[in-house]
């Protein structure tokens, strides 16, 4: 299981002046669903890319399924389904000929590539509009025909770049619910960018961040809360009766031990502390005479993390 | 799926024939082929019309062509409209800007290419295979419009073409088929550097129309600049004759021109000036296919050399580009 399937080394890609990815090293393990995660701009079309040999890295290496992508693509991308963001298929075709189409291109024999294709359509539901031209298809049906025209030469790897953008929530869960659905029958692995936070947090086993060319922190969710919030894992909020500011309970709240930051916002308590001492708060605040009304110890969601790093804003 | 069956069998069409047949069909399916096909096929018979109106009239002072006489099929006119080599000279551009200018912007605006490069084939097979399909396009519909219009003349003429003529006519049916692939491959070019496929086909039309039309103006401009004082000997105008034919030559159109005259015309002996010493004593005979192909090699090497830097220029900024998603 824990067999190393995508590598990248100190990969690095620059245009003229800009640095899109800088000294990146990651590796993905066989089997798992793996969310880059980060901005526009941020350089996860260029990895997705370097990685299936369609644009050469200044410097660095990239090694799919122990393939060196730069100088082997085509081994790399007989065994890669890659779907690009906005994924097009021939407008004049129909949805099976394209799925065909693809097949042939990967030498599939056509009674297997027939069978297959029918099958890959009923999957992702578009068996009854299989014979129309994919040219009257909506963004979510592209999309879902895009990846059934991924899976048709039957990958051990599927990457997907932005695969939910433009497509209604409904068809967002969907879309997701079949990915995590065929990494766990098929054993796929999974490669998914996106910027939509939730979406990540749904499918993936491990999402790594990504900030302007820098992967700045991976792990499963929970750890990676806890890596970038180690002076403060804890964040409890706490409303009393009064919406007035209370100095003398601001600083009995402070010299309790491991808190770190008492602040007071909105007529709350925001209160940070490294380990979790919620019975001690709320006995300190019943002490001091005020009622409590509410205490919420708050978990840091992809969310949370996500304003840490791009916009800046402390939590 | 699932089932692990990717056997990579004998027998399964290589990956490059497979993007060929689609191209083909593409081509052959889309209006603007169909278009171009009736616009060529009906110039192909008027001029047919028009060199076998005039072929009947025996007022003509005999020509030392006359024992080509199947060859005035492709040449002859009345004047009311331009001959057959003309009019595919004329023509033939526009076919190979109309197959060519959205052949690789057109994949990239429909987001289609970045999935057909992520898939196991060479780089260089999308573009070969696009410019092979379009030359074998045109190469069987100027074979099919060649054997045509001979047929038809068979059949209203009586006469049936000497082997010599049958080999001249095939020879300049290669050679439109190679001028088209110029235009083909220069408007293949557009489409990798342009981004909008009417910026591309603007670009292809107005490289045509500058080489057809503005082009002559200005070496007329330049040939009047330069030309010779009326003092000057015969080797100073014998040079200045040659220098402005040679500016002319850089045209492709005027390579093709000078290929088909030499080739479906015999007595055409010379494409350049020639002294009253060469002339001299030469017998005023038909020129066989073999001394006509000697004289057209120039033309002929030089079409086939902008033909692949062209193919050169398409296929080297295609191999160094970043193919993103639309």
Not at chain 1, 79 to 107: C, H, K, Q, W
Not at chain 2, 35 to 50: K, Q
Not at chain 2, 260 to 265: D, P, Q, S, V
Not at chain 2, 308 to 323: N, P, Q
């Amino acid at each position: 299981m824990s067999q190393e399937i995508i590598q990248l080394s100190d990969l690095t890609k620059r245009y003229d002046s800009l640095t899109a990815v800088d000294h990146l090293s990651l590796t993905i393990q066989k089997g798992e669903v793996f969310g880059l995660l980060g901005p526009n701009g941020a350089g996860k079309s260029t990895t997705i890319l370097m990685m299936l040999g369609l644009t050469e890295p200044t410097s660095g290496s990239v090694q799919v399924c122990g393939i060196n992508s730069t100088t082997n693509p085509i081994e790399v991308k007989r065994r890669v389904g890659y779907l690009p963001d906005d994924v097009g298929f021939y407008d004049n075709r129909s949805a099976i000929e394209n799925l065909m189409f693809t097949a042939r291109l990967n030498s599939i024999p056509e009674n297997v590539a027939r069978a297959r294709a029918v099958e890959l359509l009923e999957r992702v539901g578009l068996s009854d509009v299989g014979a129309k031209k994919s040219g009257k298809f909506s963004r979510g049906m592209r999309q879902r025909l895009g990846l059934a025209d991924v899976l048709i030469k039957d990958p051990e790897v599927i990457i997907l770049d932005e695969p939910t953008l433009g497509i209604d929530p409904k068809g967002v869960r969907e879309f997701l619910e079949l990915i995590a659905q065929l990494s766990k029958e098929e054993q796929l692995t999974v490669l998914l960018s996106s910027h939509h936070l939730h979406q990540v947090q749904q499918v993936c086993d491990r999402v790594g961040i990504f900030v302007s060319g820098k992967l700045i922190a991976q792990g499963d969710i929970p750890t990676l809360s806890k890596q970038l919030f180690s002076a403060e894992p804890f964040m409890i909020q706490v409303a009393v009766e009064s919406t007035e500011r209370d100095e003398r309970l601001l600083s009995s709240l402070e010299n309790l031990a491991s808190v770190n930051t008492v602040k007071f916002l909105n007529g709350e308590y925001l209160i940070g502390c490294s380990t979790d001492i919620t019975p001690h708060i709320a006995r300190v605040v019943i002490e001091s005479g005020y009622g409590l009304t509410h205490l919420h110890k708050k978990e840091y969601g992809l969310d949370d993390i996500y304003n840490r790093y791009f916009e800046g804003a402390v939590i | 799926m699932i089932n692990n069956l990717v056997h990579r069998e004998r027998g399964v069409m290589h990956p490059f024939w497979v993007i060929v047949g689609k191209e083909i069909s593409d081509q052959v399916r889309s209006w603007r082929f169909i278009i171009l096909l009736f616009l060529i096929l009906l110039t192909c018979f008027g001029s047919l019309y028009t060199s076998i109106t005039n072929m009947g009239n025996p007022a003509k002072a005999p020509k030392p062509d006359d024992a080509f006489f199947f060859l005035r099929l492709f040449t002859d006119t009345d004047g009311s409209l331009p001959p057959f080599h003309v009019f595919i000279g004329f023509l033939g551009p526009l076919l190979g800007i109309g197959l060519g200018f959205d052949a690789i912007n057109s994949e990239q605006n429909g987001g289609t290419l970045s999935r057909i490069l992520s898939q196991p084939i060479h780089r260089d097979y999308l573009i070969n295979a696009k410019f092979a399909s379009s030359l074998i396009v045109i190469s069987t519909l100027f074979f099919a419009m060649g054997f045509l219009t001979m047929g038809l003349g068979l059949y209203l003429i009586g006469i049936p073409p000497s082997p010599e003529e049958f080999l001249r006519i095939i020879f300049f049916l290669l050679l439109s088929v190679l001028y088209v692939a110029f235009w083909l491959n220069l408007s293949i070019f557009f489409s990798i550097r342009f981004k909008q496929a009417a910026t591309s086909a603007l670009t292809s039309i107005a490289v045509w129309l500058f080489f057809t039309v503005f082009y002559q103006l200005i070496v007329n401009l330049i040939a009047r600049a330069i030309a010779p004082s009326q003092m000057a000997s015969p080797d100073q105008l014998l040079a200045y004759q040659q220098f402005v034919i040679n500016l002319m030559r850089i045209v492709p159109s005027q390579l093709f021109a000078d290929g088909t005259t030499t080739l479906l015309m015999p007595s055409v002996r010379s494409l350049g000036p020639m002294t009253m010493e060469q002339v001299y004593g030469a017998v005023p005979k038909p020129l066989h296919l073999g001394q006509s192909l000697l004289i057209v090699w120039p033309q002929l090497t030089g079409l086939v050399a902008a033909t692949v830097i062209c193919f050169a220029l398409s296929y080297y900024s295609f191999m160094r580009k970043e193919i993103r998603s639309r």
